[in-house]
């Protein structure tokens, strides 16, 4: 049995670690001019990291390649891409991409 | 350099031209662009609620899964809940409850937690140049509420115009109430609910990550920049760096980003320079 009580120090534990350096970057950042190169460098972090969050999540699973028909995430991200694409929208492209996992899952019994 | 200048200059014109309202064609259009959900009749508050609803859609069930794992860790309600109320980093929960599960030592949760949330700082530091006007306190706070998720929308929404700081800030307490509400769902029916699998919710995050992408990339260097640092967070995940695939390849792909525009200017320039000396 754990003590509930050492769960939350360490609960605030985590609290520090993670809050800092959310805010600290702001706190320095926002309130001077950067030098333009660092802007240019910045304005790619968007596109970088949700490129490196997402691709992997498509392409491996449990730490391998996994591009075969049962690996849903990566088939249905095609069709969702596309929408994305064409349409700009977050609502249709969010909708397009549950529904063809919700109908793979319903309809082929994969995923 | 020149020419980098020159974008932030015509970047930073789209940020006051939003600022002043929402009548320039420009922001007018972004605004079709980022934020199906809202017309802007509505109030912000409103707008701000509406936008966050496909990150309720996935915090929902993620938040659900905390819940049932932290509880099957032995963590109390209270805590259970402190967790998601403080902390709020969905990947560190879930990590950290498998931990607790295991009786790791307090420090080595902690230290985890850190690395798995380290790339935080890059998402602060990407979003400051849009939130020069803000105070030390609304940053704080704001700051608070910065998850992958929240970042993903902003700064979309940040590059177009600046929303309202009720908006921002609804959008952001909707987010992380939707996590509080579904780790208390997990947490207190956990067991009895049937699998979320058929709604196909476990992939609203990666097809909304998916739209926000397409959404960023506007020229040719963005589309390089997308695919080889994805390239190498999948080539440093198969390597087994783990927490770190994603800040690494993230300052990576940045830094070939800049190169890149960069060689183009130069490129540019150099063709610029040729075709005087012909004229000549």
């Known amino acids: 049995m754990i003590s509930q009580g050492r769960v939350f120090v360490t609960i605030v534990g985590m609290l520090v670690v993670t809050y800092l350096p959310r805010v600290l970057p702001l706190w320095l950042f926002s309130s001077r001019a950067l030098p333009p190169l660092a802007i240019a460098w910045l304005r790619y972090v968007p596109v970088a990291v949700l490129s490196a969050m997402l691709l992997p999540s498509l392409v491996l699973d449990e730490g391998r390649f996994a591009l075969g028909g049962h690996n849903l995430y990566f088939w249905a991200a095609i069709p969702t891409f596309f929408v994305a694409w064409k349409t700009r929208s977050l609502f249709a492209s969010v909708l397009v991409g549950m529904g063809v996992v919700a109908g793979a899952r319903a309809l082929l019994n994969i995923g | 350099m020149a020419r980098i200048s020159a974008r932030c200059a015509s970047e930073r014109g789209v940020v006051v031209r939003g600022r002043r309202g929402d009548t320039g064609s420009i922001s007018k259009a972004m605004n079709r662009l980022t934020d199906s959900a809202g017309s802007s009749g509505r109030p912000a508050w409103v707008r701000g609620i509406a936008r966050a609803m496909p990150i309720v859609m996935g915090y929902i069930p993620i938040g659900f899964a905390y819940g049932v794992l932290a509880q099957q860790a032995g963590l109390s309600l209270f805590n259970t809940l402190a967790m998601s109320a403080l902390v709020y980093a969905g990947s560190a929960q879930l990590i950290a409850a498998g931990l607790f599960a295991a009786a790791a030592p307090a420090l080595s949760i902690v230290a985890t937690t850190f690395v798995v949330n380290l790339r935080h700082m890059l998402f602060s530091a990407a979003l400051s140049p849009y939130l020069k006007g803000w105070r030390k306190w609304e940053l704080a706070v704001f700051a608070y509420e910065l998850t992958d998720e929240s970042f993903a929308l902003h700064s979309v929404r940040f590059a177009a115009n600046a929303p309202s700081k009720i908006e921002v800030g609804a959008l952001n307490l909707t ?91 130069k490129r540019v320039a150099d063709q610029d320079a040729a075709q005087q000396e012909g004229a000549r």
């Open chain 2, 175 to 265: 987010a992380q109430l939707s996590w509080i509400l579904g780790t208390w769902l997990g947490a207190v029916v956990g067991g009895h609910i049937a699998d979320v699998r058929p709604w196909a919710l476990d992939y609203t995050l990666s097809a909304m990550f998916i739209a926000l992408l397409v959404m960023q990339v506007k020229h040719r260097v963005e589309v390089v920049v997308a695919l080889l640092t994805g390239l190498l967070a999948v080539a440093l995940t198969l390597l087994k760096v783990g927490q770190w695939s994603v800040i690494l390849a993230t300052m990576a792909g940045a830094t070939i980003g800049v190169a890149l525009e960069l060689l183009l200017a």
